[in-house]
Structures are given as C-alpha cells and as structure tokens.
C-alpha cells in the first residue's frame, strides 16, 4: 500500500517523471546556493532576484510567446542587469545592498506583471509566476539538468575565495584574492538557477526551494559543506513529498513542494541538532541539573 502510494504515480505517468526529475535537478544546483545566501546573510536577496528575472522573462514571452530560449535569455538578462545596478547603488550610495535589491525588486515585479498582463492571458501569468512543473518538457529539463551541473562545477572551483569572502571580505582583498569576482560569479549562478527554477516553479515559488532546504539546514550542521548535502536531501525529500500530495490530493503541485520545504523547516526550528528548541531545551535541563 505505502509502495504503491509512493511509486506509482511515478511509474505510471511520464510527466509525473519528468517533474521529479527537473525538481531533483533544481534542488542539486540551487540548495547549495541557498546555504551560501543564508552564510551571507542575503536571504531576502534571493527572493528580490527571483523577482528581477520576471520582465526579462516576461519581454521574452510578448516577442515569442511561452519560447524558453527567449523566456530564459531574457531572465538572465535582467536579471544580472539587476544585480549588477543593485551592486552599485550600494558601492557609491549610503543606500545598503539588501534596501537597493529590494527597491529593485519591488520594480521588476511591478514591470513584469504589467508586460505579461499586456499581450497574455491571466493563464499565462499564472504559468510565469507559478510555473507548470508537470508540463516539464525535454528541453527544460536539459536547461535545468546543465545549469545544475555548472553551478556544482563552478561552485567547487571557487568554494574557498567565496567561503572567505563571506566570513572576512577585508582579509581577501588584502591578499589579492579576487573576492570581488567570486562574488559576481556567484550571484551568476543564482540568477541562472532561479532562470532555469522558473520555468518548473515560478518567479513567485523559485526562490523557496533555494532558501527553505538551506535555512532548515543550518539547524542540522555547523558546517558549510554539512549544510549543503542536509539542503539538498530536504530539496528532494520536499520535491518527492510535493509532488506526491498534489497528485493524490489534486492540489496544485508548486506550492505543494514549498509547503513540504516549509514543514521540513519547521520541523528543523524544533527537532534540529544545533541551535533548535528541542536542544535548547535538553541544554537548559542540563544546566539546572
């Protein structure tokens, strides 16, 4: 029964496959990601730069309609413009990155709305907003599959320059390190990730199976690469779930997999090993011991 249950959806239905698929590649390149974000302390930076993609993808969409070549160029397009303008308004203004991101956010969400609004339909909207993870065709899984393949290979090759720049920027640029440039590749590599996530999830979804998983993570390893192996085992662990649920209780699959993210994060404040309120609590019985 519980077999059949969690099996057979996927064996019986090739979309359901090939959802499971593209989320599991998702989850691969952008958790990890997360977990730098969360090192950061850019969390809310994730969620503007999820949004900063939508009028690139939304232009794409009045020139070639639901094209994803034309949908995702136009994502990363605007979406590193975005990056890049927010980087400067906070080098040369008093302005900090995280207000100038926002601001930015707030922009191109209002944008990009009103481009799709302009030519689509309130389907249409709906699909670039909350994306159409059971319509997952080959080629967006191909997308999805090679941007989670660079960001793995990309990530190892700069992990220790990135790993620095997060805890001590001052000591890298005293030694030349080249802080400024991991920094920008990085934020590449989220901007690629949530292009290619939109497609399955959406601008308004993306960024939840980015920073979920990392956030419940920090609750079960103190260390960076703990963090991101826990991150992408509760990226799975929520695409299987989501998945799962929409299917057997009909419910729309994209917020069924953040929801999952979501319980697992909730899960990990209570039960975690570090800093939770179950340890918390064993610590302080400890003590009045």
């Known amino acids: ?130 994306g159409t993870v059971l319509a997952l065709d080959n080629p967006a899984l191909f997308l999805m599959a090679s941007i989670a393949s660079l960001t793995l290979v990309t990530l190892a090759l700069i992990y220790r320059p990135l790993i620095v720049e997060c805890l001590d920027p001052g000591f890298l640029r005293s030694v030349g390190g080249g802080g400024t440039a991991a920094h920008m590749i990085f934020l590449t590599l989220v901007v690629l990730n949530l292009v290619g996530g939109f497609q399955a999830l959406g601008t308004l979804m993306v960024v939840g199976i980015m920073m979920l998983p990392a956030a419940a993570a920090r609750f079960w390893s103190e260390t960076v690469p ?5 991150a992408t085992l509760f990226g799975f662990v929520a695409c299987v779930a989501g998945l799962l649920i929409s299917y057997h209780e009909e419910l729309p699959a994209s917020p069924s997999i953040i929801l999952s993210a979501g319980i697992l994060y909730g899960a990990s404040i209570l039960l975690g090993r570090h800093g939770s309120v179950a340890n918390a609590a064993l610590r302080l019985r400890h003590l009045q011991r």
């Open 226 to 230: 703990g963090q991101m192996i826990v």
């Open 1 to 130: 029964m519980i077999g059949a249950y969690l099996l057979d959806p996927f064996l019986d239905y090739g979309f359901m496959r090939r959802a499971l698929v593209g989320c599991l590649a998702l989850s691969l390149g952008a958790c990890p990601l997360g977990v730098i974000l969360v090192l950061r302390r850019m969390s809310l930076v994730g969620d503007a730069m999820a949004h900063a993609i939508l009028p690139g993808a939304a232009v794409g969409f009045l020139v070639a309609g639901l094209s994803l070549v034309a949908m995702t160029i136009g994502g990363v397009v605007t979406g590193l413009a975005v990056a890049i303008l927010a980087g400067l308004v906070s080098r040369f203004t008093p302005l900090r990155e995280d207000a100038s991101f926002a601001a930015f956010y707030l922009v191109s969400l209002g944008l990009g709305v009103l481009l799709v609004s302009m030519r689509g339909s309130s389907v249409d909207l709906l699909h670039v907003l909350f």
